[in-house]
């Protein structure tokens, strides 16, 4: 909880204080993943930044981005990252990385180096 309240303070700060270039790779990055979101019918999840110990991670109806991923990685890193997520939301989260999962990532392009179990 204590952490969670740091990072949120920490992404809070950062963004109130990014560079012009950095403000617009945040607006790309926005723009990619909501495109993607309205692509796949998921307009219910919701898009954000974040801090912590992920790439992407989707809990709930909320996808979330690391905020230094979104600056830093190539968008096409980026554009796999949101697909992964995507995937879990149209087969559903509690499927995590099973075959279900696996089949509608390789159908969205989402290529993964990890080993998943089935
Ligand atoms: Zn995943």
Not at 51 to 64: A, C, K, Q, S
Not at 69 to 91: F, G, M
Not at 93 to 106: S, V
Request: hydrophobic share 40%.
């Amino acid at each position: 909880m204590r952490r969670q309240k740091i990072c949120s303070q920490k992404l809070t700060e950062k963004l109130n204080n990014l560079t012009a270039a950095e403000k617009e790779r945040i607006d790309q990055v926005n723009e990619l993943a909501h495109q993607l979101l309205k692509q796949y019918n998921l307009e219910n999840i919701k898009f954000e930044f974040g801090y912590g110990r992920f790439d992407g991670i989707i809990t709930g109806d909320r996808i979330r981005l690391h905020l230094f991923v979104a600056l830093n990685s190539p968008i096409k890193v980026i554009r796999n990252i949101i697909l992964h997520e995507v995937a879990h939301a149209i087969v559903g989260i509690i499927h995590k990385h099973r075959e279900i999962w696996q089949n509608k990532a390789l159908e969205l392009g989402v290529t993964w180096e990890r080993r998943y179990h089935k």
